[in-house]
């Protein structure tokens, strides 16, 4: 009724009109008087009445009158929207119609102009366009036309989906010739960073690939040391990179900066496990059973934020994302064991799982929850199996258990997977996706012979990669492989986003027999080395400034004499060649 969506409005845009006393036309006095204020629907009749008795008083009625006339005539002053036989306030029409769609929004737009000017309201498309993930750190007032930013924005994701499903855009490598052998590699955002058997780790921003690497220096303890450690680990987020080496040594870099280590500490054993918060400023490292977090404060200053040991040896570890400024938490497995390491507790860590004879296998962790693999103590039938437990961060109680697999689970996605969905990877070479409000599987993927390795997934795709080389990109629905790419040796990271897909393929082997890569042939063994791959589906992904300068070449150019002609061909510009047709 009019009186319920008269309620339903701001208190601070509902229309007052003044309601003379009982028995009397006068107009109403001064605002003292609260009880001659009530909130009463306005129909136009009764506005022009009140507008005519304004214009037959003139300028004889008292100074109050005069001012609370006023004030009145403000409040009122608001665009009315037509619904049947009420009009209601222009903010609470604009609130009813942000619960339709797209196509009812549409609808809405032929009934009248009133209701057009509603239904493209910026506001409605702003939030719509938001909801659907675009231009998130936008304002309202950044685009003119929401509505039409928000049609390129789905135009254009339908053309980076159907460019993925069919492998158009372009492809790059990463490269650094003096690094040797590849040794680790973490992705974040636009950053890749790569770790070498020489000691050199470098930062690709791939937003600018054609740039090159940034530098970044290595501390002057091993930087003195001959031969150079080789690099361990590597984690990059948007904001930090860092880097274990042999030696137990572990720097930081500000990713915007580069050059010399922000931060630098010594551990006494190797660095075993390297975890970095992937949106905080939050390290955690693990040196056989000893753990150590540290983290950035309020100045910039990082410093040790705790320590602790352990009974078993540290395996995985992985810190909580979306923490904000709670500090970070760390879940880490040791054998059998799976624990939680808060600072703020400062009584060492929280067992949350632990069965004897039940190792696990890996670990990942979400915003809410953790989920790790654990491998079943024998063959007999009764075992069930190798299983994946989830269990809630906040009550540290078991949420759902999934898997009844014959091989060992060795990778987990649960932070990047979409709502109620966990894919993982298993040494019996396929590639599963669970519902875990169901606990049963959505999809099982056959996709490598030797084991999967790497998995990642989101709304429609799952892209995997194996311990054989082979990269697979799968359309989760069906079911399908929609391609695949191989190179030598082992996949060890896959990352992608909407647009962009990185994966590295990492050698098991740091010293190759026979590889003879010294400081005088760098270019001997490549195929010894690995690889990291970029790949770029996005709309401009073929425009002139995405392809390989090899590609850019003309035939008359004298550097190009030596390039291979085949890769020129669609992108030269031959002089005095006809124009299609």
């Known amino acids: 009724?009019?009186?319920?969506?008269?309620?339903?409005?701001?208190?601070?845009?509902?229309?007052?009109?003044?309601?003379?006393?009982?028995?009397?036309?006068?107009?109403?006095?001064?605002?003292?008087?609260?009880?001659?204020?009530?909130?009463?629907?306005?129909?136009?009749?009764?506005?022009?009445?009140?507008?005519?008795?304004?214009?037959?008083?003139?300028?004889?009625?008292?100074?109050?009158?005069?001012?609370?006339?006023?004030?009145?005539?403000?409040?009122?002053?608001?665009?009315?929207?037509?619904?049947?036989?009420?009009?209601?306030?222009?903010?609470?029409?604009?609130?009813?119609?942000?619960?339709?769609?797209?196509?009812?929004?549409?609808?809405?737009?032929?009934?009248?102009?009133?209701?057009?000017?509603?239904?493209?309201?910026?506001?409605?498309?702003?939030?719509?366009?938001?909801?659907?993930?675009?231009?998130?750190?936008?304002?309202?007032?950044?685009?003119?036309?929401?509505?039409?930013?928000l049609r390129d924005c789905r135009s254009s994701a339908r053309t980076v989906r159907s460019n993925w499903k069919n492998r158009v855009g372009s492809i790059s490598q990463l490269q650094f010739e003096l690094g040797k052998v590849l040794c680790d590699v973490s992705c974040s955002d636009h950053f890749v960073l790569a770790g070498y058997t020489?000691?050199?780790?470098?930062?690709?921003?791939?937003?600018?690939?054609?740039?090159?690497?940034?530098?970044?220096?290595?501390?002057?303890?091993?930087?003195?040391?001959?031969?150079?450690?080789?690099?361990?680990?590597?984690?990059?987020?948007?904001?930090v990179a860092a880097a274990a080496y042999e030696d137990g040594c572990v720097d930081l870099w500000s990713t915007e900066t580069g050059g010399q280590p922000i931060h630098h500490y010594q551990s006494p054993e190797p660095v075993q496990v390297l975890a970095l918060s992937p949106d905080g400023a939050a390290l955690g490292s693990a040196a056989g059973a000893d753990v150590r977090l540290v983290g950035a404060d309020d100045r910039g200053y990082w410093r040790e934020l705790c320590r602790a040991r352990l009974p078993k040896s540290v395996e995985s570890l992985v810190l909580v994302p979306g923490r904000g400024q709670q500090g970070p938490l760390a879940a880490?497995?040791?054998?059998?064991?799976?624990?939680?390491?808060?600072?703020?507790?400062?009584?060492?860590?929280?067992?949350?799982?632990?069965?004897?004879?039940?190792?696990?296998?890996?670990?990942?962790?979400?915003?809410?929850?953790?989920?790790?693999?654990?491998?079943?103590?024998?063959?007999?039938?009764?075992?069930?199996?190798?299983?994946?437990?989830?269990?809630?961060?906040?009550?540290?109680?078991?949420?759902?258990?999934?898997?009844?697999?014959?091989?060992?689970?060795?990778?987990?996605?649960?932070?990047?997977?979409?709502?109620?969905?966990?894919?993982?990877?298993?040494?019996?070479?396929?590639?599963?996706?669970?519902?875990?409000?169901?606990?049963?599987?959505?999809?099982?993927l056959y996709a490598h012979h030797l084991g999967v390795t790497a998995v990642q997934a989101d709304d429609w795709k799952v892209v995997s990669g194996g311990g054989e080389g082979l990269v697979c990109v799968w359309e989760m629905r069906m079911g399908a492989k929609l391609w695949e790419m191989h190179n030598r040796h082992p996949v060890r990271r896959v990352r992608f986003n909407t647009s962009t897909l990185v994966t590295a393929n990492v050698p098991d082997d740091k010293s190759p027999r026979g590889a003879c890569i010294t400081d005088d042939d760098l270019t001997a063994h490549r195929r010894h080395r690995g690889v990291i791959c970029h790949y770029d589906f996005s709309e401009d992904a073929l425009s002139q400034d995405h392809i390989l300068p090899i590609c850019r070449s003309d035939y008359i150019e004298s550097s190009g004499y030596n390039y291979n002609i085949g890769l020129a061909v669609p992108y030269d510009r031959l002089p005095g060649s006809r124009p299609a047709l």
């Open 198 to 239: 020489s000691g050199d780790v470098r930062l690709w921003d791939t937003l600018h690939w054609d740039s090159p690497a940034s530098f970044l220096k290595i501390n002057g303890l091993s930087a003195n040391s001959a031969p150079r450690p080789h690099v361990s680990h590597v984690q990059v987020n948007s904001t």
């Open 1 to 149: 009724s009019a009186q319920e969506a008269l309620q339903m409005a701001p208190p601070g845009r509902q229309r007052l009109r003044a309601a003379p006393a009982a028995g009397s036309g006068a107009a109403p006095r001064v605002p003292g008087r609260p009880a001659l204020l009530q909130l009463v629907p306005d129909p136009p009749q009764a506005r022009r009445q009140q507008l005519s008795h304004r214009a037959r008083r003139g300028a004889a009625g008292a100074a109050d009158e005069e001012l609370l006339d006023q004030l009145i005539q403000d409040l009122n002053e608001v665009n009315d929207i037509p619904f049947f036989d009420i009009e209601l306030p222009y903010e609470l029409a604009l609130k009813i119609f942000q619960y339709l769609g797209r196509a009812e929004l549409g609808r809405c737009a032929q009934v009248s102009r009133a209701w057009r000017a509603l239904a493209e309201d910026g506001v409605l498309w702003f939030r719509m366009c938001t909801a659907e993930g675009h231009h998130r750190e936008a304002s309202v007032s950044d685009s003119p036309c929401w509505k039409s930013t």
């Open 332 to 444: 880490l497995s040791a054998g059998e064991d799976v624990h939680l390491l808060d600072p703020r507790w400062g009584g060492g860590p929280r067992t949350l799982h632990s069965v004897y004879g039940h190792p696990v296998t890996c670990l990942d962790a979400s915003d809410s929850q953790v989920a790790f693999g654990v491998k079943r103590s024998g063959w007999a039938m009764h075992d069930g199996g190798n299983k994946i437990h989830v269990c809630s961060l906040e009550t540290g109680k078991a949420v759902a258990c999934v898997g009844d697999s014959l091989g060992d689970f060795t990778c987990i996605d649960l932070r990047d997977s979409p709502p109620h969905l966990l894919v993982c990877g298993n040494k019996d070479r396929r590639v599963t996706v669970f519902d875990l409000r169901a606990g049963s599987s959505v999809a099982s």
